[in-house]
């Protein structure tokens, strides 16, 4: 156990349906980030928040997600109108960043969405 | 892309010692090797990291060669659950650091 949680572990969901993940990250953590992984493939990165500000996202990050950390505590990812294609494990990471320098990134269990 | 390349798996005898080789030929001075693991269906596990000397902790050891080109993960007494894919990365410490994974070694203990 890291110490990020992850809920749920497990989603299925019918096609055009919204889902939401949450990430609650290591407390003294200030960076969070999101990766999508495939079936066979290692994790791809999506977006990152450092405190509250979402500092980065990911050409992969289609309009149709959206993250947000709204107190610099947890985050949430939200994908409308699911499709097949974003059946997947949505893996959440952070890790502690001092100025411009961040250390090791520490990964939770991962929410493993299944679109039919 | 992944700036590291890994052979695609490997198999080692329960009890012996695991030596994952990943060549990071273009590594550049500010960046670190990273080591993490994934045992099926679970997150990422960190493992180890370096600069520039050889590390070691209750994990494993990772030896990095002088000209940084290259390392390996040294797994002393491998056991069953050490099967899991090996990822290698490389990283800076500053800006986005952003983790870009490759393929990676599945590496299979052999009872």
């Known amino acids: 156990d890291t110490g990020v949680s992850q809920d749920p572990r497990h989603k299925i969901t019918k096609r055009g349906q919204n889902v939401t993940f949450r990430c609650d990250p290591i407390s003294e953590h200030n960076r969070l980030y999101w990766y999508r992984q495939t079936l066979g493939q290692g994790p791809e990165f999506l977006t990152y928040f450092q405190n509250e500000a979402q500092l980065e996202k990911s050409r992969l990050l289609s309009d149709r997600f959206s993250a947000e950390r709204p107190k610099g505590s947890f985050s949430t990812l939200e994908i409308q109108r699911t499709e097949q294609g974003d059946s997947a494990m949505y893996l959440c990471a952070s890790s502690l960043a001092v100025g411009r320098t961040a250390e090791t990134q520490y990964f939770g269990p991962g929410t493993r969405l299944l679109v039919l | 892309d992944a700036k590291t390349t890994q052979p695609p798996s490997m198999d080692c005898a329960e009890g012996r010692a695991a030596n994952l080789p990943c060549n990071h030929s273009?590594?550049?001075?500010?960046?670190?090797v990273y080591w993490y693991r994934q045992i099926h269906s679970q997150g990422p596990q960190y493992i180890i990291h370096g600069l520039k000397n050889n590390e070691t902790n209750e994990m494993a050891s990772l030896i990095i060669t002088e000209d940084r080109k290259s390392s390996t993960l040294i797994l002393p007494h491998a056991t069953l659950r050490d099967t899991a894919v090996y990822y290698c990365?490389?990283?800076?410490?500053?800006?986005?650091?952003?983790?870009?994974f490759g393929t990676g070694t599945r590496l299979t203990i052999i009872p």
């Open positions: 990365i490389v990283q800076y410490h500053f800006g986005n650091e952003k983790l870009t």
């Open positions: 273009t590594i550049s001075g500010n960046e670190y």
